[in-house]
């Protein structure tokens, strides 16, 4: 399996404060990275880095070979084969749900109207949401709205999905129409890499779990190793925080 | 949905209709106090300033009715003007108003300069009075005597005033771009689209929509104050009346330029109103989801 993205001491800062540290890490191709790690330690950042929409301090990133931290590369370009989803779900509000899906095939990819409305349709009627393919996003619920978030970052499809805490905006109930989704994404081979908290989750599809605290990856390993079976004191200590929380 | 079995056999409980009885009772006695009280103001309003001393001279030279028939057509054909003037220049202030905004919210180092031009356009034309505008175009163009330039005073006119309204209506814009939320223009960008796909399909579209109301405000703002450029002499609904009143020194036709313009301007304010509430209302109805 290739390494779709190699990230290599990367270094990043907000106003002095330090919010990676030299953080290298590597994603295979059909694996799902998963970042766990309390509040403010680094997750969101890191998935922003990847996506280029901060730019890192030190450090190099690698898209499939190729260095996309380098400051001469086209950004949209690299964008372009990146999906990302965000905690907010960030729908526009002004288009309808297959508006919101197809216009970046349409304007990015030069894909022909007709046929990337075919290709929403599809993604749609896979998802369940095919009825809802002209409403505007405000009269979906939380859940059928990341659903399609999810579906309009899939439409391009990209080699990689970045998931920022998708279901933390939602509520308990509809977190787990949203996670099937995932679900089934890692069944088809998507790459990933996720931010979450949902503990449970993250056992079921990770091939690896890395630990942030403080702009580092402190553990890193199999679900099976770092979820029951954590050695640092700090991911020991940050699970039983979750444990009695009640999210594991 | 809600006509379900049990809501077709549903029928109101006996103190459900005393309620409502107790509340009719009440808005008939709000009613009746609202029509004893606007009765009693605007009787005394009347009687006041019917019996005052100098009513009959005002009445005469106000309010003559013959004459403001008379002279009705002639401000009707100036009022033509100031329509056309605010529909002409609505276009062009659209136009400038717009090009400013996007080159005041653009990143792009390559229009540094033209930003830098932007903003001191804005700060230029929004800090002067309009009317301190019209007489410097009016009457400083035509001092040039550059050849090719006009000297006509309606196009003078609509230049000084679509010089200032698109100061005012960019920022109008500018303010609408602003107010949308970094997170879509991050969604925008993570999907791949450049900033300026960004800007024209995300941003633009939502910032354009937020800022209607203020806009027809705008709008009607022009419409009146296109009437200042009567001072260059442009033959508008004011200059008009005031031909006709300093020839006979009776004001009615004043009176009958300001009652055309608040014809249209106040069923455009009503309408207005309500296409505020009415999206108000809607961001409410978005932000309870
Ligand atoms: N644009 C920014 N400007 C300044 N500081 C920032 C910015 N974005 C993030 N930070 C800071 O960086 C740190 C890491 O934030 P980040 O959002 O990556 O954490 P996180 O792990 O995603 O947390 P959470 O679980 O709450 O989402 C925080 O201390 C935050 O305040
Ligand atoms: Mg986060």
């Not at chain 1, 099976?224 to 009640?246: C, M, W």
């Not at chain 2, 606007?38 to 001279?57: F, K, M, R």
């Not at chain 2, 005073?153 to 230049?159: D, K, S, W």
Request: proline fraction near 4%.
């Amino acid at each position: 399996m290739s390494n779709v993205l190699e990230l290599v001491n990367v270094r990043k800062s907000f106003d002095n404060e330090l919010v990676l540290n030299d953080l290298s890490l590597t994603v295979k191709e059909h694996t799902a990275t998963v970042l766990i790690g309390a509040s403010g330690s680094g997750k969101s950042t890191l998935l922003r880095c990847i996506n280029l929409l901060e730019t890192i301090d030190d450090g190099q990133i690698f898209l499939d070979g190729q260095e996309i931290s380098d400051p001469l590369i086209s950004v949209d370009e690299v964008r372009r084969r990146l999906g990302m989803v965000f905690q907010s779900f960030n729908l526009f509000p002004h288009k309808t749900v297959l508006e919101n899906i197809t216009l970046s095939p349409i304007k990015v990819h030069g894909i022909a109207p007709d046929q990337a409305r075919d290709q929403a349709m599809v993604l749609l009627k896979r998802f369940d949401l095919a009825d809802k393919a002209d409403q505007y996003p405000d009269r979906l619920s939380g859940g059928q709205q990341q659903r399609v978030a999810i579906i309009r970052s899939l439409a391009v499809n990209p080699r990689v999905l970045l998931l920022d805490e998708i279901t933390s905006a939602l509520d308990p109930v509809l977190v787990n129409e949203v996670l099937s989704i995932v679900r089934d994404l890692k069944h088809d081979g998507m790459t990933m890499v996720l931010a979450t908290h949902e503990m449970g989750f993250a056992t079921q599809v990770a091939d690896e779990v890395c630990f942030l605290e403080s702009g580092m990856i402190l553990e890193r390993g199999s679900a099976e190793q770092v979820l029951k079976n954590p050695q640092n004191a700090k991911t020991k200590d940050f699970l039983k925080r979750v444990h009695e929380a009640g999210r594991l | 949905m809600l006509n379900g079995p049990d809501q077709q056999a549903w029928s109101p409980s006996s103190r459900e209709l005393e309620r409502r009885n107790a509340r009719r009772q009440i808005s008939r006695k709000q009613i009746t106090i609202a029509g004893i009280s606007s009765v009693l103001v605007l009787g005394a309003l009347y009687t006041l300033i019917i019996t005052s001393p100098g009513w009959q001279v005002v009445k005469d030279t106000f309010f003559d009715l013959d004459y403001g028939r008379e002279v009705l057509p002639t401000v009707l054909r100036g009022l033509v003007v100031n329509i056309q003037l605010s529909f002409i220049g609505g276009f062009f202030i659209a136009v400038i108003a717009l090009s400013l905004a996007l080159i005041r919210t653009t990143k792009s180092a390559a229009l540094t300069p033209f930003r830098f031009l932007a903003t001191a356009y804005v700060d230029i034309f929004r800090g002067a009075p309009l009317l301190l505008i019209i007489l410097l175009v009016g009457f400083g163009v035509p001092a040039l005597r550059v050849a090719g330039l006009t000297s006509n005073v309606i196009v003078l006119g609509t230049v000084a005033v679509v010089l200032t309204y698109s100061a005012y209506v960019a920022e109008v814009i500018r303010s609408g771009i602003m107010s949308i939320h970094p997170s879509q223009r991050a969604a925008a960008r993570s999907l791949g689209l450049t900033s300026g796909q960004t800007m024209r399909f995300v941003v633009l579209p939502q910032a354009i929509k937020r800022v209607i109301p203020p806009l027809l405000n705008d709008f009607v703002s022009l419409l009146k104050d296109t009437g200042l450029v009567s001072i260059l002499g442009v033959t508008d609904a004011v200059r008009a009346a005031q031909i006709n009143a300093s020839r006979t020194f009776n004001y009615t036709p004043y009176v009958v330029s300001a009652i055309l313009f608040l014809l249209i301007t106040i069923p455009l304010t009503r309408y207005i109103d309500r296409v505020i509430r009415r999206s108000s209302a809607k961001q409410n109805s978005e932000g309870a989801i």
